[in-house]
């Protein structure tokens, strides 16, 4: 019978080809504007650590000692603060950052010096976001204590400098200290780049930077203290620096800790660990705020940050309610198309058909439609995804149809003409056959 | 002509009629929203820097050693000041539209009480003003005393020019010459004020903030480093920043040259708002599409009504209707359709504009934005409806004795 639809449907579509464009270009359209959003979407708020996001967690203290209450803690956490609580060791990895930008070359390569964007961190990071490894690997708890001068880089720079060579052992240069590379990244460009993300809520929505690539060079963090000592950038600071090449002892935030967590009883321990800390803070005339203390997983801390540019939100907005119209149309074009064979419908159901084979027939032809379209969306779709990729965004590279969104590109314009056919075929089957057959 | 029969006629086709009033409400909410939105970005693109842009470079050296600054200041001042074509160039911290180096708060109190908002500080040295182009409303301009040394950010007490906006903020209605504003221990004293300077970002207050901004005369040194200011012939300025930028290699080779940041200032204005540029232009698109679709709905659902109505627009004319009554009869019930649409769609057009107000710190959608909607829609469907309208008007009386 369904067989028996399709072969119907078709002669039905075929017969009235300028109503059938019509309704393909317009589903087409409006799938095509819709998944090209949803895509970008999808992309820009999926989860960058799929593996172990639930278990990555991002402390905040408040070190400001100005009396009135901030309503937040800052985004970030001052040296003291994150070195104590990553000191403590009390969540099953822990890590700090914080990036900053030195100059880089490498002795026998001949290339001119390059600004590069160092990372700054510990042990933990790599097995922590499961960062993946081309050759070597990361350092070790013992490097980060003996400030080893040991350095993990980038696919891309060990392809900008070694042709992709396996580099394991060679030296680089940061700004004036030689350090050995010990591992070379596999490509790898999480998205966001959520280690870095603060400061989301003072940007206007225009948070693209939050989906650059990662940096190009990993360094032990105070290994990198000595080595780029000056070129660190504080956050904010709530008074003038002091000292503005060493940022240890300023009253500024800079760094940022991630903690690991296994269990919901280790993130409740924790959490209160970290109230604790602050309350003992408090009582050596460090804090003046103890309470405002924060413990946010890592999706909550995207969220807060709200990494989505809220351009990109708009356009999604904007392409659903254009979708909604297109459908509001196809249902128009539908209904006219459905009601124009009442005389046939009316024989339909005169030799016997009933009321439910019709709407089934009906619902079939606009099934047929929505797939139709569907085919003509997924062209569009690619051709929008290409308009966007040749825009000068950050994620631009990261812009790409995947499965997912290929199968649900046919099953959004299957169900929007499904939806948009139920009224027509629920009128068309509802038809009198005496009234219909009467004016044959 | 007479609305009563088509009202009637409407009314058996109840279902098509919402369906396409929808259709046209939706249109009309999205439209007025999108040509808003399209308006606000074009204007934050159009905000007035106060320099002169085309005239105007900068250059930035990243990676040197920071306790060689005074030297790298000597030798690029020195260096580049004898390029042929370069009428001025001086030490700055930021240009508009570039990277910023000198975002402060600051208050109007010495004890920081009073909070002031948070301000970029353009620190200039000589030649860095008159370069700039700004233009001084009240107060004098800077005199070569005024350039004071730097031990950190800022001298530590400055005569500054602040802009009107930022100056009508602090102070509304007053003078502001003379006043006084603090950051941390640095010490302020409005000595003229600007009209206009667009600090590199907008700010923590959004696009309302765009121009507050203080120039603050220095002494380049180790502080005030590595970013310059050129100034050319705007004809020049293409080639004057090419071989600058080249000249740096040998001016400068322990620095390296920032190449993002060392452009024309117009061409830094460019990159800055190319993103309002892309969302302009996709709203634009979206406009067109929108208008397209809502076009071929009327298309399609009044050529369906035409060819059902055949036999009856052939009895009004075999009872005497004119082709132009026929003609009349489609264009009127199109303009009846759109008119409920519009109206319906005003109101979700409000609706729209109150949740993304609430999202995106829009201002309240303008009262006059409706009609040129309403205008553009009932436009659009005279001009869809009048296809099938001429192919009714078209239908022969003859059609009247005819079964169909």
Same mark, same amino acid.
Not at chain 1, 277 to 299: C, E, I, P
Not at chain 1, 350 to 367: D, H, I, M, T
Not at chain 2, 314 to 324: D, E, K, N, P, V
């Given at each position: ?440 | ?215 603050? $005369?220095?002494? %380049?040194?180790?502080? /005030?480093?590595?970013?310059? #200011? @050129?100034?050319?012939?705007?004809? +020049? *300025? ?124 829009? $201002?309240?959608? %303008?009262?006059?934005? /409706?009609?040129?909607?309403? #205008? @553009?829609?009932?436009?659009?469907? +005279? *001009? ?21």
């Amino acid at each position: 019978m369904f067989g028996y639809y399709i072969d119907l449907a078709w002669r039905s579509l075929r017969r009235n080809k300028v109503l059938t464009a019509l309704m393909v270009i317009a589903i087409a359209v409006g799938i095509g504007a819709s998944m090209t959003t949803l895509t970008v979407m999808h992309l820009l708020s999926g989860d960058p650590v799929p593996t172990r996001s639930g278990t990555l967690f991002y402390p905040q203290v408040d070190p400001d000692p100005s009396p009135t209450a901030s309503h937040q803690p800052y985004d970030v956490m001052d040296y003291r603060s994150a070195l104590d609580l990553w000191n403590a060791h009390r969540a099953d990895r822990q890590a700090m950052v914080t990036s900053s930008q030195l100059r880089l070359t490498a002795p026998q390569v001949n290339l001119p010096p390059l600004m590069a964007q160092m990372l700054s961190t510990t042990s933990d990071f790599f097995p922590m976001f499961d960062v993946p490894f081309r050759y070597g690997g990361g350092w070790t708890a013992q490097d980060d204590e003996n400030r080893a001068r040991v350095a993990v880089i980038s696919s891309d720079l060990n392809n900008k400098l070694f042709n992709g060579a396996d580099s394991v052992g060679r030296t680089l240069r940061l700004k004036d200290a030689d350090v050995r590379i010990i591992g070379v990244l596999a490509p790898w460009w999480p998205s966001p780049q959520f280690y870095d993300v603060a400061g989301g809520r003072f940007s206007n929505g225009d948070t693209a930077g939050f989906y650059s690539r990662p940096e190009d060079v990993f360094v032990p963090f105070q290994s990198s203290l000595e080595i780029n000592a000056g070129g660190f950038q504080p956050f904010t600071c709530w008074s003038m620096p002091g000292d503005p090449v060493h940022l240890q002892n300023s009253p500024c935030v800079w760094v940022a800790l991630w903690v690991q967590l296994d269990s919901a009883a280790k993130v409740g321990s924790y959490r209160r660990f970290v109230a604790d800390y602050a309350t003992q803070q408090k009582a050596l005339g460090r804090f003046v705020h103890a309470d405002n203390t924060q413990l946010r997983s890592l999706m909550g801390w995207l969220d807060f940050n709200q990494v989505v540019p809220s351009d990109v939100r708009l356009q999604t907005w904007l392409a659903f309610a254009f979708l909604l119209i297109c459908l509001f149309n196809t249902v128009g074009l539908l209904l006219a198309k459905f009601l124009r064979r009442a005389g046939e419908i009316g024989v339909r159901r005169a030799l016997g058909a009933s009321r439910a084979a019709v709407f089934a027939q009906c619902l079939v032809e606009a099934g047929l439609i929505g797939l139709l379209g569907g085919a003509g969306g997924l062209l569009l779709t690619l051709f929008g995804l290409w308009l966007v990729r040749s825009q000068p965004i950050e994620y631009a590279d990261l812009v790409h149809l995947d499965t997912t969104m290929f199968l649900a590109t046919f099953a959004l314009a299957i169900a929007a003409s499904l939806l948009a056919g139920v009224l027509p075929a629920l009128r068309a089957s509802r038809m009198t056959p005496s009234l219909q057959l009467k004016t044959l | 002509m007479q609305i009563q029969p088509i009202l009637a006629a409407l009314r058996k086709h109840r279902l098509a009629t919402i369906l396409i009033t929808l259709e046209i409400a939706l249109a009309c909410a999205v439209l007025c929203n999108a040509c808003f939105l399209i308006v606000n970005r074009v204007q934050q693109t159009q905000v007035v820097s106060g320099v002169d842009e085309n005239a105007l470079a900068a250059l930035k050296l990243t990676g040197y050693d920071p306790t060689r600054g005074v030297d790298l200041n000597a030798r690029v001042l020195d260096g580049l000041a004898k390029l042929p074509g370069v009428q001025s160039i001086s030490a700055i911290n930021q240009v508009p539209f570039g990277d910023h180096a000198g975002t402060a708060g600051i208050t109007t109190d010495p004890d920081g009480k009073h909070f002031g908002g948070v301000v970029d500080f353009f620190v200039g040295g000589p030649g860095s003003f008159k370069a700039l182009g700004v233009q001084v409303v009240a107060g004098r301009v800077p005199q070569p005393g005024d350039y004071q040394p730097v031990d950190f950010f800022v001298p530590d007490d400055s005569a500054v020019w602040v802009t009107r906006a930022l100056a009508e903020h602090l102070w509304p209605g007053a003078d502001p010459l003379g006043k006084e504003f603090w950051t941390g221990k640095f010490h302020f004293r409005v000595a003229g004020v600007l009209a206009h300077l667009a600090r590199p970002y907008g700010g923590e207050g959004g696009p309302s903030t765009i121009e507050w901004s203080v120039y603050v $005369p220095a002494q %380049p040194g180790a502080q /005030l480093a590595a970013v310059y #200011l @050129l100034r050319a012939d705007p004809a +020049q *300025l293409p080639r004057v920043l090419r071989d600058a930028r080249g000249a740096m290699a040998t001016i400068a080779p322990d620095a390296v040259l920032d190449s993002k940041a060392s452009q024309t200032i117009g061409t830094l204005r460019e990159n800055y708002f190319r993103q309002d540029r892309v969302m302009a232009g996709i709203l634009v698109g979206v406009i067109t599409a929108l208008l397209l679709v809502t076009a071929l709905g009327i298309v399609g659902l009044a050529s369906f009504w035409v060819q059902q109505r055949r036999r009856q627009i052939g009895i009004r004319r075999a009872l005497g209707a004119t082709r132009g009554d026929i003609l009349r009869y489609f264009q009127t019930e199109n303009f009846l359709i759109v008119t409920f649409g519009i109206v319906l769609g005003m109101l979700l057009a409000f609706a729209l504009n109150l949740a993304l107000m609430t999202h995106y710190e829009l $201002p309240r959608l %303008p009262l006059y934005y /409706l009609p040129i909607g309403a #205008l @553009l829609l009932w436009a659009l469907g +005279q *001009l869809a409806v009048l296809g099938p309208a001429l192919r009714a008007a078209a239908v022969p009386p003859v059609v009247a004795t005819r079964s169909v």
